[in-house]
């Protein structure tokens, strides 16, 4: 499992806006205007921003995975 990395905290502003700490959108290249999603499990209290893409890429790998056990039953 992959470690977390801790750039700092955020403080939901009035309108409900989040700023991401520069450190992490410096390293993870996120540029004005760039869309993310923000997704939560129903049975959680947290929170993950993500890129559209990077979703696409964990959900194509898991359903590689789910169609190889599939294919060995």
């Known amino acids: ?3 977390f990395k ?3 905290s955020a ?3 009035t309108k409900g806006q989040l700023v991401i700490p520069s450190e992490a959108r410096e390293e993870m290249g996120l540029k004005e205007g760039e869309k993310l999603l923000v997704v939560s499990p129903s049975d959680s ?3 993950v921003i993500i890129r559209p893409d990077i979703l696409e890429q964990h959900l194509k790998a898991t359903q590689t995975n789910i169609d190889k ?3 060995t039953k």
Request: net charge negative; aromatic share 14%.
């Open 11 to 13: 403080t939901v502003g």
């Open 69 to 71: 056990i599939l294919s």
């Open 6 to 8: 801790f750039w700092g």
């Open 45 to 47: 209290e947290a929170i």
């Open 1 to 3: 499992m992959k470690e």
